[in-house]
């Protein structure tokens, strides 16, 4: 039974461009999070997602982020025209419902923005 | 709005030797309580969850105790082993309708051979 797994684990960028990080949930989990660690910072929390639909996006920033759980397919974080402060580690979490509190935590996307 | 604090942000400790790490939250009204530990370039791995009706749960050489009304918890950690160590976290939930999690910044624990 596969944990979490997110893809690329490292992604470098230029500023300007766009990153694009997957996180496919454990198998049976329909519920997604994203998190953001900043470099010497606790993770943050961005946005929670259900199939189809986004719960919670309080923790994202309203520019140049998006998230997306589609009905097939893994979650997709998307960030455009990244700039220097986006560098930083994203995780993704799953969980299988409400009545599962635990989350399980993927290994990271580290971003790199030159 | 909640905030998580960790004391201390690092420790060094001989090999051997018990040892406590302390969390701290502002809002008392949580849903439970998680200890994660973090190793360098990896994922979270959880350790203990403490719901907000218990007082503590304990793994193997692990107990992590919770006071939701003074709003502390503590990960005590026995007869700790150079594998012990990483970053621990603690972190915590609002509610069942909120899931996300609000975390600590972390205790880096060095354990000495």
């Known amino acids: 039974n596969a944990g979490v797994m997110q893809n690329p684990r490292h992604l470098v960028r230029r500023r300007g461009q766009e990153a694009r990080l997957r996180c496919s949930p454990m198998k049976g989990h329909s519920h997604v999070y994203w998190y953001r660690q900043l470099p010497e910072e606790g993770l943050k929390f961005m946005v929670y997602l259900q199939k189809e639909n986004i ?30 402060g986006d560098s930083a580690a994203y995780f993704c979490a799953s969980s299988p419902g409400l009545a599962s509190e635990t989350q399980y935590f993927g290994p990271g996307t580290r971003l790199l923005v030159l | ?41 990896k994922g979270l791995t959880s350790l203990l969850l403490i719901q907000s009706s ?11 105790s919770l006071d939701k009304s003074s709003g502390r918890s503590t990960l005590y950690i026995a007869a700790s082993q150079p ?31």
């Open chain 1, 55 to 84: 719960i919670d996006e309080s923790g994202m920033p309203k520019e140049r982020f998006s998230a997306e759980f589609p009905k097939e397919g893994p979650s997709i974080l998307r960030i455009q025209q990244v700039v220097r």
């Open chain 2, 1 to 41: 709005k909640q905030e998580v604090t960790q004391i201390p942000a690092a420790l060094s400790v001989p090999e051997g030797e018990n040892l406590v790490l302390n969390c701290s939250f502002t809002d008392s009204a949580i849903y439970n309580l998680q200890w994660f530990r973090q190793d360098p370039g």
């Open chain 2, 54 to 64: 218990q007082r503590e749960q304990t793994s193997g050489r692990l107990n992590a």
């Open chain 2, 83 to 113: 594998g012990d160590s990483a970053t621990y976290l603690c972190a915590v939930s609002l509610g069942s309708g909120a899931n996300n999690l609000f975390f600590g910044t972390g205790t880096r624990l060095t354990v000495i051979p």
